[in-house]
C-alpha cells in the first residue's frame, strides 16, 4: 500500500434514541517499520461520531485523504482516484517543496477530512465541516509518485480581526525539520502581499505559543541586526516583517527594549551584541 496513510482505529457504541452509533477513537502507531508499512503516532486522540460498522481498521488515501473501511476499497479506490496533488493551483515551489491554496468554498470534502485529520494532532481543533469561510494553505513533498502532505496552515477569507493562521499542522513525520517555521514564514509573505499586518489566532495554543515566540525573535533579531540605527520604529519593523505591532512589542517589552519616553520607537541596548544576535538568526532561520 505505497503511498496511503493507515489508521488504526479502536472502536466502541452506544444506543440513543435515533440508534446505535459507534464512537470512533482514531491513532497513529508509532513511527517504524511494520512490514511494508509506514505507521506512526498521533498526539492527541479524539473521538468522531459516525455511523459507521465496528471496525479493526481505517484506510485512508494519502492524496485525496478519503477514508474508506477496507484494504480491498482502498486499493479499488487507488486504480481510479486519479489524484496525485490537493485539488488547487499550485502558488509556490521549490525543490521538491510545493504549497497549493485550497479554496474550502470550491473543495469542501477535501478540507473536511483534512480538518478531520489535523483533529488527530491538534488537541484544541474545534472545526470540522464548515470549511466555505476558509483558504487553507497545503505544502507537500514532491517526488515521482506524486506530492505528499507535509502539513497546512488555514485561514479566513475576510477576518475583521486581520488573522493570517486560524490552524496550522504538520504530520508528525515530517515535524522537527523546519516545516512548521516554512508555514509560519508564509503566512506572514502573504501577509506582506497584502499589505498588511497580520497576527496568529488567539489565543494560541502551548506548542502554537512556543512555535510562534521563537519565530518571532529570530525575525525581530534578524531585523535589528540589519538595520542598526540606535532607534528604530516599531511601525516599520511592521511594515517590512508583515508582523502585527502589538507581536513586536510583546517580544520588544520581554527583553526590555522599549524606550518607554518614545513609545513607538525600539531602543537597542548597548549590552545586546549585534553578533550575538546574528548567530541566534544563522541558527534559527532555516531557508527552503
Known amino acids: 500500500l505505497n503511498g496511503y496513510l493507515i489508521i488504526i482505529r479502536v472502536s466502541s457504541s452506544f444506543y440513543s434514541r435515533h440508534g446505535r452509533i459507534s464512537v470512533l477513537i482514531f491513532t497513529f502507531l508509532s513511527l517504524e517499520e511494520t512490514g ?47 489524484w496525485f496533488h490537493p485539488p488547487a493551483n499550485e502558488i509556490y515551489r521549490r525543490k521538491d517543496l510545493s504549497v497549493f491554496e485550497v479554496d474550502g468554498n470550491i473543495s469542501k470534502i477535501y478540507c473536511q477530512n483534512l480538518c478531520l485529520l489535523a483533529k488527530l494532532f491538534l488537541d484544541h481543533k474545534t472545526l470540522y465541516y464548515d470549511v466555505e469561510p476558509f483558504l487553507f494553505y497545503v505544502l507537500t513533498k ?19 480581526q486581520k488573522y493570517n493562521v486560524s490552524c496550522i499542522m504538520i504530520m508528525p513525520q515530517y515535524q522537527r525539520q523546519g516545516f512548521g517555521r516554512f508555514l509560519i514564514d508564509f503566512s506572514y509573505l502573504l501577509s506582506r502581499k497584502e499589505g498588511q499586518a497580520g497576527s496568529p489566532e488567539k489565543p494560541l495554543s502551548d506548542l502554537g505559543r512556543v512555535s510562534y515566540l521563537a519565530y518571532w525573535k529570530s525575525v525581530i533579531w534578524e531585523y535589528l541586526h540589519c538595520h542598526p540605527e540606535k532607534e528604530i520604529s516599531i511601525k516599520a519593523m511592521s511594515r517590512a516583517t508583515g508582523m502585527c505591532p502589538h507581536d513586536i512589542a510583546t517580544i520588544l517589552q520581554h527583553h526590555s527594549m522599549i524606550d518607554r519616553r518614545k513609545e513607538k520607537s525600539v531602543s ?12 541566534f538568526v544563522q541558527r534559527r532561520c532555516l531557508v527552503f
Do not use: W
Open 268 to 279: 537597542v541596548p548597548e549590552l545586546l551584541s549585534l553578533s550575538l544576535l546574528l548567530a
Open 142 to 160: 514532491n517526488d515521482e509518485k506524486g506530492c505528499h502532505l507535509v502539513g497546512y496552515f488555514s485561514k479566513e477569507k475576510l477576518c475583521q
Open 36 to 82: 511494508e508499512y509506514n505507521l506512526f503516532k498521533a498526539f492527541h486522540t479524539d473521538t468522531l461520531i459516525l455511523n459507521l460498522n465496528r471496525l479493526s481498521k481505517l484506510f485512508l488515501c494519502e492524496f485525496c485523504l478519503k477514508y474508506m473501511k477496507s484494504k480491498n476499497i482502498l486499493l479499488r479506490h487507488g486504480k481510479k482516484c486519479g
